[in-house]
């Protein structure tokens, strides 16, 4: 059976050193998670984040159910419900996923993946690496791409909902996904580091 591990986290230079990047491997879902890297100021926000985002969840639930309820019981059901739990389903999205990259959870083919590093390792960490820069640009585009959406959110007062009945600011909900998306973008930098550095450590030990 799988049992969860922390790859070794290798030490090149200051600017490694500082964020203590997490690249865990975990493919069995029952196991308990790996130990993390060493906590990091970039560490502590991705994982307040993704609290933050476990926050919304339960808020969700919660305003899901009291509209079911007074809609029910009262016939007064909660108005932008459904508005509120669209939006929210993005925000909780961009919450997390700085975190589900960090603790190793984001869904690769490990088929392929992990076996192609075990029988080459130098060949399979730069290939990792690869893929890693393609998560930096993919991510950075969608950051790119939302600041002037959020730049224009902010300063026309964009809102969502019925005026008059129910609405809200949308700037919101674009700051976290333009957030969430940096910080996987700069997470996938980190972890793209690692095995470039894992690589040249070992291709000098070879």
């Known amino acids: 059976m799988p049992v969860a591990q922390a790859l070794p986290v290798p030490r ?12 865990e491997a975990n493919t ?13 100021l970039f560490g502590w926000l991705v994982d307040g984040l993704n609290a933050a985002g476990s926050v919304v969840i339960a808020a969700v639930m919660l305003l899901m ?5 007074l809609r029910d019981l ?14 929210s389903i993005i925000v909780i999205v961009f919450l997390q996923l700085p975190a589900t990259l960090r603790h190793g ?20 960490q730069r290939l990792r690496a690869v893929f890693s820069l393609a998560g930096v640009f993919a991510c950075g585009l969608i950051a790119y791409a939302t600041w002037p959406m959020l730049a224009r959110a902010w ?18 909900m674009r700051a976290v996904v333009w957030l969430g998306a940096t910080l996987v973008a700069v997470q996938y930098v980190l972890l793209a580091w690692q095995d470039l550095c894992a690589a040249k450590r070992q291709g000098r030990a070879v």
């Open 12 to 23: 090149c230079g200051l600017f490694f050193l500082r964020f203590n990047v997490s690249y």
């Open 28 to 40: 069995d879902l029952e196991a308990a998670p790996a130990a993390s890297a060493p906590n990091s």
């Open 65 to 69: 159910c009291a509209d079911v309820l």
């Open 74 to 87: 009262f016939n007064r059901p909660i108005d932008g419900v459904a508005e509120l739990v669209a939006t």
């Open 105 to 124: 959870r984001m869904s690769r083919a490990d088929l392929f993946m992990d076996p192609f590093i075990q029988r080459r390792p130098v060949a399979g």
């Open 155 to 172: 300063s026309d007062s964009e809102f969502w909902g019925i005026e008059g009945v129910f609405t809200f600011p949308t700037w919101p």
